[in-house]
């Protein structure tokens, strides 16, 4: 069974058990998950700037970076 992006329905890849587990057959493919953290970064900018808000951006675009590595390295 393929697996599906739940946002812009682009197949993606194929499950590797059987559904009878409960394994799921949607979820998000690596562009839309960084059209999602470019988003969250640009959020967290224009938020008040404290502790919390400074790690999250942090943690976001820590994330973010690596899935543009990982989205170069595939092409």
């Known amino acids: 069974m393929d697996i599906n992006c739940i946002q812009c329905g682009k ?3 194929k ?9 799921a057959s949607g979820s ?11 988003r969250r970064v ?4 224009l938020k008040e700037q404290t502790i919390a808000t400074t790690r999250s ?3 976001n675009k820590k994330r973010l970076t690596l899935m543009l590595i990982e989205r170069q390295e595939r092409s």
């Not at 640009?42 to 900018?45: I, R, V």
């Open 28 to 38: 998000i493919c690596i562009d839309c998950f960084i059209e999602y953290l470019e």
């Open 11 to 13: 197949t993606f890849g």
């Open 15 to 23: 499950v590797k058990s059987s559904l009878d587990n409960g394994n």
């Open 42 to 45: 640009n959020f967290l900018k």
């Open 57 to 59: 951006l942090q943690r």
